[in-house]
């Protein structure tokens, strides 16, 4: 790969034999980050019910950083509501969590809801349309419902943002209240095999696969 000019080091092409500062040094291979710095940690939990998204809790209850015993200190990416379960990612890289977090980078996160009735057509295009909530409009990248019932429906909704409950209140505001809600992936990432209350580190090709879905130039 350094032969054929796809690494790059601080912007540079890479050279055989080549010596670098993993702690400083930016390296890239076909202009995708590959993290080099020692103690990096990047982990994949599927949160439980009533466990919350924060790394302390002045109620005492157990946390996702409780969960996840790497030996080193790591922050959970983006929040999960205490009522809600799925995939959630800790780590110490600062700058996945920038681009995870943020809506520009276009990661965006899979949510399954069962909610209460039978939705229309109608209220599905009202989702992908835009949802006016108390903090402005909500978007949904993308809504289908996946399994009808009598009294209730499982949806999928893919979403780009990450505000307080945004799911929950725009399943409110459209007449149809959430009984469960479960994040099934973050971006590329996706993992049923891993049960409620479990975790593992996410390997090296799962962190670059976050990095190209949101295009990251640094």
Known sequence: MIKA???TVDGEPAHL?????PDTARVEVDKIPLPVRPGLVYALLNKPLDVV???????GRTTVVDLVPVGTRVYPIGRLDVDSEGLILLT????LTELVTHPRHGVTKTY????????????MRM????VELDDGLAVARSARVIDRHRDRSLIEMVMAEGRNREVRRMLEAVGHPVLRLVRTA???????SIKPGEWRHLTIEEVRMIYRTAGSDG
């Open 17 to 21: 034999g080549q010596k670098i500062d």
């Open 92 to 95: 110490n890289d600062g700058a």
């Open 53 to 59: 998204s924060t790394t302390d809790d002045p109620q």
């Open 127 to 130: 989702l992908r349309d835009g």
């Open 5 to 7: 000019g796809r690494v």
């Open 186 to 192: 973050i971006g590329p990432i996706a993992d049923r």
């Open 112 to 123: 399954l809801a069962m909610v209460k009735g039978d939705p229309s057509d109608r209220t």
